[in-house]
């Protein structure tokens, strides 16, 4: 049965707000240096890679309307899967570059 697509786009809002709580007022050099942080981060950041992977399969065209929405999904395989291969730098780039846009475009899609 499918779900209703919103309620993936509002698990992946939620999880853009707890990475923002998670990170504020944190630079990339108390990021890496915080364990605990970088874990919650990354759990999210899974969370929020299967949603997406769940929408595109479930309701393609609206997953289509989210910039890099394949990227979201193989960065998502990337930390399941390829744990040993996890780069901070990397994440963080995710958490201060991609995610405002992704929060603003999922927002924009729940009010349509």
Known sequence: MD???KAYLFDIKQACEDIQQFTQDMGFKDYSGNSLVKAAVERKFL??????????????????????????????NILVHGYD??????V??????SMPTLRLEVEELLHT
């Open 3 to 5: 779900h209703d697509p």
């Open 47 to 76: 969370l929020i890679g299967e949603a997406m992977t769940r929408l595109k399969r479930e309701n393609p065209s609206m997953a289509e309307r989210i910039t890099d929405h394949d990227k979201i999904i193989g960065f998502r």
């Open 85 to 90: 291969l996890i780069d901070d730098s990397i």
């Open 92 to 97: 963080w780039s995710a958490v201060t570059e």
